[in-house]
């Protein structure tokens, strides 16, 4: 089945510099990468996805490029701010339209002011 | 706004017991899921249905069970609760759209600790 691998687990930047989150996936003829952000206490909620048709995709201060290629995808976040910390995941949909999603293992991005 | 009601946010059962996770999603959408959260693991998923009265098992559906009845309400059972079933879980919904993709909307979480 589908595997999804998410790098690094935990990651500390400095307010104001970037991040970058990197997930790989086995499954070539998957389409569709979200990725979600969990605060604290709260559940995952969408931040950002990427089709297959697509390269890159921006909003605002966060990016996600996919490499179909070599089957690796990442979530970039400039200018970091403390509200960004919290635990990040991607996802990858499964072939065959089922509505199911894969989740990586999770990141955890720490914000220091 | 899509709304996932888990009915449980913090629950404490013992070993042996029949435990019951109900969500009820109020966006008519035919796929549902139960997803459990342990640190290090992401998110691992139990079972999935993509209609009333139909499931599939996951990657973990080992000691689960589950139930949809009626397409808002999707349970899962633990028939005989045991202490590594401690763990965050977390119920969600999706409608599977060529246009939205297969955005998946995830209630609060229900933290169960078995003892």
């Known amino acids: 089945g589908e595997n999804v691998e998410q790098h690094p687990s935990t990651l500390s930047v400095q307010e104001g510099d970037s991040a970058v989150i990197k997930c790989t996936y086995s499954?070539?003829?998957?389409?569709?990468f979200p990725w979600y952000k969990q605060e604290l206490g709260k559940r995952p909620q969408l931040i950002i996805d990427i089709r297959s048709n697509v390269g890159e995709k921006k909003d605002q201060r966060i990016a996600v490029t996919l490499n179909k290629t070599a089957k690796h995808f990442s979530l970039h976040i400039t200018e970091t701010q403390p509200e960004d910390s919290a635990v990040y995941f991607c996802a990858v949909s499964l072939s065959g339209n089922t509505g199911k999603l894969i989740f990586g293992q999770g990141t955890t991005l720490q914000v220091k002011p | 706004d899509v709304k996932v009601t888990q009915s449980s946010r913090y629950l404490v059962k013992r070993t042996g017991e029949k435990v019951f996770l109900e969500c009820v999603q109020d966006m008519d959408h035919e796929n549902m899921f139960w997803y459990r959260q342990d640190p290090g693991l992401g998110l691992r998923l139990i079972y999935f249905s993509y209609d009333v009265k139909m499931k599939e098992k996951g990657d973990i559906p080992e000691g689960y069970s589950v139930s949809r009845e009626k397409k808002e309400r999707f349970s899962l059972i633990l028939e005989s609760a045991s202490t590594n079933q401690t763990s965050m879980y977390l119920c969600a919904s999706s409608l599977i759209s060529l246009v939205t993709g297969n955005t998946i909307y995830f209630g609060e979480g229900s933290w169960l600790t078995v003892v």
């Open positions: 499954d070539s003829a998957s389409n569709y």
